[in-house]
């Protein structure tokens, strides 16, 4: 007869096997924050079918690729190949407040200077956040791609609207107004973020 632990342990086999490339020290971390959030998880929501729980933590390949990206392996186990210039290596030790104010700032920034260089430290404060948030360890899968659309996709999609429709950042009241209301649901999803990660 299965326990209900069984679901539990298959998952975490299943992540040290797609980890297998990572140090063992590492792997064995992986393993130990994975149960630890399985745990809290289900202590927060005694409810909660074990199956969903596990699958909000997100699909053992996925997690296993992130984590041999994160330790410099990026190329074993498939994990695909990324761009980011050895950047991934260090994600692990990266506070989870930096992207946070990264992707905050990089609206600040647009809107305190309108001119160069705002809009070039904006754009790639928005980017460096958006790096950073998706290789960090302290979010879900879920919880990364709500992020990076909230925090990054929609604000620059919206810019790019306006300046193509209004002619310009130069728009007077209406500019300031939607640059503080798209600056508000920055700090909003980063204020969420910020409350759910994991630590």
Not at 25 to 52: F, K, N, S
Request: include cysteine.
């Amino acid at each position: 007869m299965k326990t209900s632990a069984d679901p539990v342990r298959d998952y975490l086999s299943a992540v040290e096997r797609e980890a297998s490339a990572l140090p063992a020290d590492r792997r064995q971390e992986l393993l130990a924050d994975l149960a630890e959030h399985i745990e809290v998880t289900r202590a927060e929501r005694p409810d909660a079918p074990i199956g969903e729980v596990l699958a909000a933590l997100g699909d053992p390949r996925t997690i296993a690729a992130t984590a041999l990206t994160e330790a410099g392996n990026g190329f074993a186990a498939g994990a695909p190949a990324r761009g980011d210039a050895g950047a991934p290596a260090r994600q692990g030790k990266v506070h989870p407040l930096v992207p946070l104010l990264m992707l905050t700032l990089s609206m600040a920034f647009l809107m305190v200077f309108p001119d160069n260089p705002g809009p070039l430290i904006g754009v790639l404060f928005r980017i460096t956040g958006a790096v950073l948030l998706c290789t960090s360890v302290h979010w879900t899968a879920v919880q990364k791609t709500s992020g990076v659309l909230l925090a990054a996709v929609l604000p620059s999609a919206i810019i790019a609207t306006w300046n193509l429709s209004s002619g310009g950042p130069d728009a007077g009241t209406p500019a300031l107004l939607a640059n503080l209301a798209m600056l508000a649901l920055m700090v909003g999803t980063a204020a969420w973020l910020w409350r759910v990660r994991r630590a």
